[in-house]
């Protein structure tokens, strides 16, 4: 019984070369399979995440109209006669006004690019200051000097058009105005409603160029 035993134990044998490496191959699409789940999910999940904040920095500007009139509240919105022709004045920034804390009017965003390769260091909130970086905890992030270190690659780029009364879907020139006829008084040059857009983008260290992340769309009566 002894040699028997012995000799159906013997008889027992381990993995071929060839089962071995099937199990290798099995493991390995797993791993893989693994692997490429979890790359996804951080993709996904920066990609949420950036999102919300280009939807927070769109929102921010749209707090900030809220404000403000259409037209500057004291030059106003006009057209003056010249020798060289009727001249617009009044849209966009006037004269020292160079700080976002200085615009006291709605066209004068029309153009502006806050953050990126714009005018200014980086996105804006509801006051006009600067939105600093943070840290992990949630800290704002200050130089040396104690100012707030803007946040990195994002950008908000406002534009301003004047809409007809009657179709919101036609745009009229800045200097567009109505002159009376018949029963019609007439509409002046700052009697018209106003279309704003905030173009939200992002630039990453590795990207190319910047990527859009929300436009968001409003009218001002």
Do not use: C
Request: net charge negative; aromatic share 10%.
């Amino acid at each position: 019984m002894t040699r028997g035993f012995s000799k159906r134990f013997g008889a027992r044998r381990g993995f071929t070369l060839l089962e071995t490496s099937m199990a290798l191959v099995i493991i390995g699409v797993g791993v893989l399979a693994f692997v490429e789940a979890q790359n996804a999910f951080v993709k996904n999940n920066t990609w949420s995440s950036q999102a919300a904040t280009a939807t927070l920095l769109a929102g921010e500007i749209r707090e900030l109209t809220r404000r403000l009139p259409r037209h500057d509240p004291v030059t106003g919105l006009y057209v003056e006669s010249t020798p060289q022709g009727d001249v617009l004045r009044g849209w966009g920034a006037e004269g020292g006004e160079v700080t976002p804390a200085d615009f006291d009017d709605i066209d004068d965003l029309d153009g502006l690019k806050f953050g990126g390769d714009g005018e200014f260091d980086g996105p804006i909130d509801a006051k006009g200051d600067l939105v600093p970086s943070v840290d992990a905890d949630g800290n704002p992030m200050r130089d040396e000097d104690g100012n707030a270190i803007p946040m990195a690659g994002w950008s908000q780029t406002v534009y301003v058009d004047k809409l007809d009364p009657f179709n919101y879907a036609t745009v009229r020139e800045h200097a567009f105005k109505e002159n009376a006829s018949g029963d019609f008084p007439g509409r002046r040059v700052d009697q018209y409603p106003l279309r704003v857009t905030v173009v939200v983008e992002f630039q990453g260290a590795n990207d190319v160029q910047p990527v859009e992340l929300a436009r968001v769309t409003w009218i001002v009566p």
